[in-house]
């Protein structure tokens, strides 16, 4: 199984990611950084989606940008 880091512009584009792919069925789950380095404990830092085919996932993450 392959992992792909994408990247968005705003802690709401990655809600909005969330909300479609909980809509669509995905399990998600974000991810908060402890805050031991440079971002305050707590601070949403990434989202991780699926197991799912590279083809469903696609259709709600195809326009983001690899990192």
């Known amino acids: 199984m392959?992992?792909?880091v994408l990247k968005v512009d705003s802690l709401q584009a990655l809600y909005l990611i969330k909300t479609n792919a909980d809509m669509a069925g995905f399990s998600t789950s974000l991810i908060c950084?402890?805050?031991h380095t440079e971002v305050e404990p707590g601070t949403v830092t990434a989202l991780g989606i699926g197991p799912a085919k590279s083809e469903d996932l696609d259709k709600i993450t195809g326009k983001l940008q690899l990192l």
């Open 2 to 4: 392959k992992k792909v």
């Open 33 to 35: 950084d402890a805050g």
